[in-house]
């Protein structure tokens, strides 16, 4: 059940035995019959147009052939990233430079995204070329293998966030989701109109889904029930929208690179 602007409860399900995709793979056909027989706890099966299935984006990069050697890593990044943020070197030569880029999908992150863990040896994994037009993809693929239902849904990656230690997933990509809800004009509970909350809520699907399938469970997908106010019937914009660009970017700069800038008596951008 749910209500509106919020859930009565939620429920987070991840299926066992999704295979290693390899490049080509169909990520839909291979995740139907995981979803089609899933078990919820209270008897039920399945999937609900309400529901939202919520996937790693490596498994997505390995089925679009994102891969590349693990040699190779600082070209990599080199592509693809759009504008460093900030860089952190290390004493120890051997132990590469850390590099907070903006990445080619628009997102802030570490290393542009390129990854080395839950992957081939030898092997890095970039971030899908479009993670959007990927979630509509997959998205399609459901629902014609699930007569019909349209559940929405969301790639995910990790990242760290300023000021907070650990990682957290977030929204990489969605499709049939509110990526952002916004709640400017209701009234809070004492009754005060809000004026600036608005919900990354396909960050917090991402994040709630991860509690389940985790980076080391072999669950790189999960089902989130409970948020069918989220899920829309058109695949909307995706989640590109929730990342801050421009004039609404106050972090534009790591804090050497802003400190530098300031003693040159340049402006910031």
């Known amino acids: 059940m749910t209500v509106p602007g919020g859930s009565a409860g939620l429920q987070v399900v991840a299926p066992d035995g999704v295979p290693v995709l390899t490049r080509g793979s169909d990520v839909a056909a291979v995740l139907v019959p995981f979803l089609a027989n899933l078990r919820w706890p209270d008897g039920s099966v399945g ?31 080199d592509g693809e990233s759009v504008r460093v943020v900030a860089t952190r070197t290390y004493e120890d030569d051997a132990r590469p430079a850390l590099r907070i880029v903006e990445n080619r999908q628009g997102v802030v992150m570490a290393a542009a995204g390129v990854d080395a863990s839950n992957t081939y040896p030898g092997t890095i994994l970039l971030l899908p070329e479009d993670p959007d037009a990927s979630a509509r993809a997959i998205r399609r ?55 600036s909350t608005v919900v990354a809520a396909a960050d917090e699907i991402a994040a709630a889904a991860d509690l389940v399938k ?22 909307g914009p995706g989640a590109r929208g929730l990342n801050r660009t421009g004039p609404e970017d106050m972090f534009a700069l790591g804090t050497r690179e802003a400190w530098e800038l300031g003693r040159a008596g340049r402006p910031l951008p």
Do not use: M, N, Q, Y
């Not at 309400?50 to 600082?74: F, P, Q």
């Not at 072999?218 to 989130?224: F, I, L, T």
């Not at 948020?227 to 695949?235: C, E």
């Open 214 to 235: 985790g980076p080391t469970g072999g669950r790189p997908v999960a089902v989130v029930r409970g948020v069918g106010h989220l899920v829309t019937h058109d695949d």
């Open 141 to 195: 693929g459901l629902a014609a293998r699930l007569g019909g239902v349209r559940p929405g849904v969301v790639l995910t990656d990790s990242a760290g966030k300023p000021w907070r230690a650990g990682i957290t997933d977030f929204a990489l990509g969605a499709a049939g989701v509110r990526a952002l809800d916004d709640h400017r004009g209701e009234a809070d509970d004492a009754g005060r109109p809000l004026e």
């Open 47 to 77: 999937v609900d147009a309400g529901d939202v299935v919520v996937i790693s984006s490596k498994i997505v990069s390995k089925a679009e052939g994102r891969l590349a050697r693990a040699d190779e890593r600082e070209a990599v990044i």
